[in-house]
Structure formats: structure tokens, C-alpha cells
T-cell receptor
Framework: EDKVVQSPLSLVVHEGDTVTLNCSYE??????LLWYKQEKKAPTFLFML????IEKKSGRLSSILDKKELFSILNITATQTGDSAIYLC??????????FGPGTSLSVIP | DSGVTQTPKHLITATGQRVTLRCSPR?????VYWYQQSLDQGLQFLIQ???????AKGNILERFSAQQFPDLHSELNLSSLELGDSALYFC?????????????FGPGTRLTVL
């Protein structure tokens, strides 16, 4: 059965800290891995990763995929209170089936 | 604002009833995805339509059905509702079916079954 696992499930840090969120997966016919940020409303897209070893970066956020070890990490440097959210990892398989992980709840305190 | 609209925003109904959730994708997007998000199950992929045809199926119950119309809006029909169907239902759209297409999520419909 296809599955996506995220760790930790919950994280509390102080502003300015750097955090690393983990996502591992076991799926058949992997096509891509996506990261989303969900605050009070709908998830918003962060990154899509399809190739191993190529870092994607957007401001203080970056992500990388390891297709051999079947995991991805999402790094957030110099965290701010506005980074507080649930971070969702999802894997797309063939025929566009999408499997989401349970999410990591990040709380950044001043 | 992602450009994806969903109605209604909230829906409260009783067990055994049937409801219809509506989604209008972003202009030009051909693919529509439906997701269910509950506290204990997280975000679950239900079904995808592309240009009017079913493309992929996830954990969708037999009591649930969906369709995509010629104008590309989509409806998710939930019948014989149970308490456990209470959840946030998201619709997302993307331009096509390529795995490189980002999905844009609508604001969701919160369904409460009493």
C-alpha cells in the first residue's frame, strides 16, 4: 500500500531557529513529490521535486529529494512566526494519484 | 486567492442525507481533484477528473460520486451521510495531467453531519 510518512508530527521552535522537516515515502510508480503549507485555509504550494539531488529554493525555504533513499527534506532557516503552519508532503504516482502525509505542525514562538 | 472557487463554504446536514459540493477550477485548468481532510485521516485524495473524464481514483467511498461538466466545473455528491463524513472537502485544479503541474486548492467546503 502506498504511504507517505512525515516527521516530526509537531515541532515548536523559537524565532530565528532553523528547522528540518522530513518526508519519506513508499509508493509504486513515483512521479513527483510536493510540499505544501497549510495555515487556516487551503494548502498553498511550496515546491515540486522530481529529480534527486537538485535543491529547490525559495527565500528561506529549501527542499531536496533523494529518490534512492525515498525521502525529502524541507528546510526553513531563520524561522518567523509567520512560518507557523502545517507542512504537508505529498507524492504523485502514475495516473495522478496523490498521497498526502499526515503533516508536520510547526509553531514558531517569538 | 488561488482562482479555484468552492460552494458552499459550510454545510450542516443530518445523517442519511445527500449533499452536493461544487467546484469551479481556475480559468483554463482542465484537471479537477477532490480531497477530504479530517482530523484523524489527514488529507485524502478522492478522485480526479480531466476534461470531463475520470482520470484517477483514490480512497473514494462507493457512497460518494463525482463528475466534471462540459464547462469544467465539478460536483462531488455525498449520499447516505454518516457522522464520519464530517470533514473539510477541498477541490484543486491544474492545467493538465502532467506530473509537473502544480495543483491550486480552493478554500474548501466544511461539511458537518449531525
Amino acid at each position: 500500500e502506498d504511504k507517505v510518512v512525515q516527521s516530526p508530527l509537531s515541532l515548536v521552535v523559537h524565532e530565528g531557529d532553523t528547522v528540518t522537516l522530513n518526508c519519506s515515502y513508499e509508493v509504486t510508480n513515483f512521479r513527483s513529490l510536493l510540499w505544501y503549507k497549510q495555515e487556516k485555509k487551503a494548502p498553498t504550494f511550496l515546491f515540486m521535486l522530481t529529480s534527486s539531488g537538485i535543491e529547490k529554493k525559495s527565500g528561506r525555504l529549501s527542499s531536496i529529494l533523494d529518490k534512492k533513499e525515498l525521502f525529502s527534506i524541507l528546510n526553513i532557516t531563520a524561522t518567523q512566526t509567520g512560518d507557523s503552519a502545517i507542512y504537508l508532503c505529498a507524492v504523485k504516482t502514475s495516473y495522478d494519484k496523490v498521497i498526502f502525509g499526515p503533516g508536520t505542525s510547526l509553531s514558531v514562538i517569538p | 486567492d488561488s482562482g479555484v472557487t468552492q460552494t458552499p463554504k459550510h454545510l450542516i446536514t443530518a445523517t442519511g442525507q445527500r449533499v452536493t459540493l461544487r467546484c469551479s477550477p481556475r480559468s483554463g485548468d482542465l484537471s479537477v481533484y477532490w480531497y477530504q481532510q479530517s482530523l484523524d485521516q489527514g488529507l485524502q485524495f478522492l478522485i480526479q477528473y480531466y476534461n470531463g473524464e475520470e482520470r484517477a481514483k483514490g480512497n473514494i467511498l462507493e457512497r460518494f460520486s463525482a463528475q466534471q461538466f462540459p464547462d469544467l466545473h465539478s460536483e462531488l455528491n455525498l449520499s447516505s451521510l454518516e457522522l464520519g463524513d464530517s470533514a473539510l472537502y477541498f477541490c484543486a485544479s491544474s492545467p493538465g495531467t502532467s506530473v509537473n503541474n502544480e495543483q491550486f486548492f480552493g478554500p474548501g467546503t466544511r461539511l458537518t453531519v449531525l
